[in-house]
């Protein structure tokens, strides 16, 4: 697995959005994880689903999560 993808999670799981919004690192953050989702590796996938599930929704997360059910590694 990618030691960046790794610190990605790492830094996803405790991002909380600011009143006024989400920050530009947990858009980019997000976005990065959605990239992962469509990764080879049925574990970098599994990973991304879980990081990206602990932050707040947005539309492009809930389509990723949408396209993750037709996935062909039943883990993910």
């Known amino acids: 697995m990618n030691c960046h993808f790794v610190v990605l999670v790492f830094l996803a799981a405790p991002m909380v959005a600011d009143e006024g919004g989400p920050s530009t690192l947990q858009e ?9 989702t469509e990764d080879a590796d049925g574990k970098v996938r599994l990973a991304a689903y879980s990081a990206l599930k602990e932050l707040p929704k947005s539309d492009a997360a809930v389509e990723a999560f949408r396209c993750g059910l037709d996935d062909d590694n039943p883990e993910v």
């Open 28 to 36: 980019s953050i997000t976005t990065a994880l959605i990239t992962a």
